[in-house]
C-alpha cells in the first residue's frame, strides 16, 4: 500500500523524505535557524534594526550574571537610531544602559531601588537634579514577580497581586513621561508571562494601554526581542507549556 501511495502521488512521497531529515522535535539542544524575511532599504541609520532583533551574544554591556539582564545591543542601536543626546535610565540594574551610554558618549543617568530610588514614586522623581529632562528613557521594569530582584518591599517584583502591580506600574510609566522632553522616546522592555497563581499574564498589552493613558503615543513597529541566554532555555519543566522565546521593545513618544 505504500509502495502504491508514493508511485501514484509523487508529491506525497517527497514531502515524507522531506520530513525524515527534519531535526526530530525532541533534540531540543541543537541548535534551529530561521530565515528571517528580507528587510526593505531604507534610510535608517541602523540598517540592521527591524521587528525581529536576533543578537546571539550578550556583549559586553552591563553584567550578564545578574538575573533578568538582557543585552546591550538593543539600546544601543535604539539610541544611534533615534540620535539620543540623553538618557534616563531609572531601574539601571546591573547598569547595562549606562555601560552603553558611556560607549558611545552620551550622558546617562542611572538611578535604582537598590540605591532607594523607587521609580514608581513622584516623591523618587522629584530628588532628581531641578528641570531634568531626557529625550529618551530606557526601562526594563520586572515582568511582574516572574523573578524577584531585591528584599525592597516597594521592588515592582514584590507586588503580591496583579491589580496592585498595574497599579504601580501605571505609576512609573507616568513618572517615565513627565520627565521626557517634547518628542522624547521611551523605549520599554517587557515581557509576558504566567503566572503561578493569576495565570497567562499579557503584560505587553498592559504596558501598551498604561502607555497611551499616560498621554503617550506609540511611535514604531513592536520590536520582538530572541531570547538568547534565558535562564529559563536551560531548565526541564514537567508542565506542559508553548514556551516563550521572545520578549518585546514598545517605544513610544511625547507629543512634541
Same mark, same amino acid.
Given at each position: 500500500?505504500?509502495?502504491?501511495?508514493?508511485?501514484?502521488?509523487?508529491?506525497?512521497? *517527497?514531502?515524507?523524505? %522531506?520530513?525524515?531529515?527534519?531535526?526530530?522535535?525532541?533534540?531540543?539542544?541543537?541548535?534551529?535557524?530561521?530565515?528571517?524575511?528580507? =528587510?526593505?532599504?531604507?534610510?535608517?541609520?541602523?540598517?540592521?534594526?527591524?521587528?525581529?532583533?536576533?543578537?546571539?551574544?550578550?556583549?559586553?554591556? !552591563?553584567?550578564?550574571?545578574?538575573?533578568?539582564?538582557?543585552?546591550?545591543?538593543?539600546?544601543?542601536?535604539?539610541?544611534?537610531?533615534?540620535?539620543?543626546?540623553?538618557?534616563?535610565?531609572?531601574?539601571? !540594574?546591573?547598569?547595562?544602559?549606562?555601560?552603553?551610554?558611556?560607549?558611545?558618549?552620551?550622558?546617562?543617568?542611572? %538611578?535604582?531601588?537598590?540605591?532607594?530610588?523607587?521609580?514608581?514614586?513622584?516623591?523618587?522623581?522629584?530628588?532628581?537634579?531641578?528641570?531634568?529632562?531626557?529625550?529618551?528613557?530606557?526601562?526594563?521594569?520586572?515582568?511582574?514577580? %516572574?523573578?524577584?530582584?531585591?528584599?525592597?518591599?516597594?521592588?515592582?517584583?514584590?507586588?503580591?497581586?496583579? *491589580?496592585?502591580?498595574?497599579?504601580?506600574? =501605571? *505609576?512609573?510609566?507616568?513618572?517615565?513621561?513627565?520627565?521626557?522632553?517634547?518628542?522624547?522616546?521611551?523605549?520599554?522592555?517587557? !515581557?509576558?508571562?504566567?503566572?503561578?497563581?493569576?495565570?497567562?499574564?499579557?503584560?505587553?498589552?498592559?504596558?501598551? %494601554?498604561?502607555?497611551? *493613558?499616560?498621554?503617550?503615543?506609540?511611535?514604531?513597529?513592536?520590536?520582538?526581542?530572541?531570547?538568547? !541566554?534565558?535562564?529559563?532555555?536551560?531548565?526541564?519543566?514537567?508542565?506542559?507549556?508553548?514556551?516563550?522565546?521572545?520578549?518585546?521593545?514598545?517605544?513610544?513618544?511625547?507629543?512634541?
Amino acid at each position: 500500500m505504500t509502495q502504491a501511495n508514493h508511485s501514484i502521488n509523487p508529491l506525497y512521497a *517527497a514531502r515524507m523524505a %522531506q520530513t525524515a531529515h527534519q531535526p526530530s522535535p525532541h533534540r531540543q539542544n541543537e541548535p534551529v535557524y530561521a530565515r528571517l524575511p528580507l =528587510a526593505p532599504v531604507n534610510a535608517s541609520p541602523v540598517p540592521h534594526l527591524t521587528s525581529l532583533y536576533h543578537f546571539h551574544r550578550a556583549g559586553e554591556y !552591563g553584567n550578564r550574571s545578574y538575573p533578568g539582564n538582557c543585552g546591550g545591543s538593543l539600546i544601543r542601536d535604539l539610541l544611534l537610531f533615534f540620535r539620543s543626546q540623553n538618557v534616563f535610565d531609572p531601574m539601571t !540594574g546591573s547598569g547595562t544602559c549606562a555601560d552603553v551610554c558611556s560607549d558611545i558618549g552620551i550622558p546617562c543617568l542611572s %538611578q535604582d531601588i537598590r540605591e532607594g530610588f523607587d521609580a514608581t514614586d513622584a516623591d523618587s522623581f522629584r530628588t532628581l537634579p531641578a528641570g531634568s529632562t531626557f529625550d529618551f528613557v530606557w526601562a526594563h521594569p520586572p515582568y511582574w514577580r %516572574q523573578k524577584i530582584y531585591t528584599p525592597d518591599s516597594r521592588d515592582l517584583s514584590r507586588t503580591p497581586t496583579l *491589580a496592585a502591580f498595574l497599579e504601580r506600574y =501605571a *505609576a512609573f510609566i507616568a513618572n517615565c513621561a513627565g520627565v521626557l522632553s517634547p518628542g522624547g522616546k521611551l523605549a520599554i522592555l517587557m !515581557g509576558d508571562y504566567c503566572d503561578r497563581e493569576a495565570g497567562f499574564v499579557p503584560l505587553t498589552y498592559h504596558t501598551k %494601554q498604561l502607555a497611551f *493613558a499616560a498621554g503617550l503615543r506609540q511611535c514604531c513597529t513592536d520590536i520582538i526581542r530572541f531570547s538568547h !541566554g534565558a535562564s529559563s532555555s536551560r531548565k526541564i519543566y514537567r508542565s506542559s507549556f508553548i514556551p516563550g522565546l521572545h520578549d518585546v521593545c514598545m517605544v513610544f513618544a511625547k507629543a512634541q
